[in-house]
């Protein structure tokens, strides 16, 4: 399974963005997804996933801001992360997890939120 994560940048605070992740490969053993994020100097931690079914789950500081969302038939996932703050500026990574219980990471991509 290949992992390619798209849609960070600079963004005002207050602003939004749209993270998607394209999987490609085998596909058909994807159960799980989700997106973690690593500030400058702290932890990996995870933001948000969503089964295949489409349960969700968030981290505390982005629940009623961010949403996880999921294509199937695209094989994609997406985040829509709304009223952003300087806090949530951190590399995003795109993450699987397979029927097996294999992982999968993406490259990562930079989300920086600043005036």
């Known amino acids: 399974v290949q992992l390619q994560a798209s849609g960070g940048g600079l963004v005002q605070p207050g602003g939004s963005l749209r993270l998607s992740c394209a999987a490609s490969?085998?596909?058909?053993?994807?159960?799980?997804m989700a997106w973690y994020r690593q500030a400058p100097g702290k932890q990996l931690e995870l933001v948000s996933s969503?089964?295949?079914?489409?349960?969700?789950n968030y981290e505390g500081s982005v629940k009623g801001r961010f949403t996880i969302s999921r294509n199937n038939a695209e094989n994609t996932v997406y985040l829509r992360m709304n009223s952003l703050k300087p806090e949530d500026t951190a590399v995003y990574y795109c993450h699987a997890v397979t029927r097996t219980g294999l992982q999968h990471w993406g490259q990562g991509t930079q989300v920086t939120v600043s005036s």
């Open positions: 490969g085998s596909i058909f053993a994807i159960n799980d």
């Open positions: 969503i089964t295949r079914s489409g349960d969700t």
